[in-house]
């Protein structure tokens, strides 16, 4: 079982905005990546750190963090933001690391 | 331009060990804060962290299948070896490797920020 929890599934109306969170006792002293994988591709990294988006992830990504909750919010989805998303931490010792259940995202 | 692609074998007979190698280019391992990792997807299923290699050769494995796990470097050849002993069915899974860049000086900000494009295991007799 996983240590960052995170809902199976999440839908939005294209255009809209939706927010999936990641929970974990390890978030409230790490701060969560966010992956996200289309079907038979490799996951991409779309946030690290704090709030911060790598060269080329559009900017209606966007994450912030509250006690042991991590959350990705697409403001303004679009069709091909349909995928999964993961969320990737450090586990409670800190030695380790630990990726949540995923959250499979559907634009309507 | 940063590249990373494992090699290995498609298909394992249950109790046999497993080799995987994940050749890389566009970095080096021997730059501080700079790691490579290994995670495995089986079909339909979640990412699972298993190793990670650091720069140090600081080596952390998954709790649950750390005694099955033996990760290597060699810079020379800008290559990480996974070994996994006693392969099973449950192990069936397309295996990532990825590297972990730190983003900060103090490595508080870090993530897999590029992955090779997998390679997919099958284990059957």
């Known amino acids: 079982s996983s240590e960052l929890t995170q809902d199976p599934a999440v839908s939005v109306a294209s255009g809209q905005t939706v927010r999936i969170t990641c929970q974990g006792d390890?978030?409230?002293?790490?701060?969560a990546n966010w992956y996200q994988q289309k079907p038979g591709q490799a996951p991409v990294l779309v946030i690290y750190?704090?709030?911060n988006r790598p060269s080329g992830i559009p900017d209606r990504f966007s994450a912030s963090s509250s006690g042991n909750t991590a959350s990705l919010t697409i403001t303004g989805a679009q069709a091909e933001d349909e995928a999964d998303y993961y969320c990737?931490?450090?586990?409670?010792?800190?030695?380790?690391?630990?990726f949540g259940g995923g959250t499979r995202l559907t634009v309507l | 331009q940063i590249t990373l692609k494992e090699s290995g074998p498609t298909l394992v007979k249950p109790t046999q060990t497993l080799t995987l190698s994940c050749t890389f280019s566009?970095?080096?391992?021997?730059?501080?804060?700079?790691?490579v990792g290994w995670i495995r997807q089986p079909p339909g299923k979640a990412l699972e962290w298993l190793a990670l290699?650091?720069?140090?050769?600081?080596?952390r494995y998954s709790p649950s299948l750390r005694s099955r796990l033996t990760i290597t470097k060699d810079t020379s050849k800008n290559q990480v070896v996974l070994t996994m002993t006693n392969m099973g069915p449950v192990d069936r899974a397309t295996y990532y490797c990825?590297?972990?860049?730190?983003?900060?000086?103090?490595?508080?900000?870090?993530?897999?920020?590029?992955w090779g494009q997998g390679t997919m295991l099958t284990v059957s007799s």
């Open positions: 990825a590297r972990l860049y730190y983003f900060d000086s103090g490595g508080h900000s870090r993530a897999f920020d590029i």
């Open positions: 566009g970095f080096s391992l021997r730059t501080r804060g700079v790691g």
């Open positions: 290699i650091y720069w140090d050769d600081d080596k």
């Open positions: 390890s978030l409230r002293n790490y701060y």
């Open positions: 750190g704090k709030n």
């Open positions: 990737h931490s450090r586990d409670s010792s800190a030695s380790h690391l630990v």
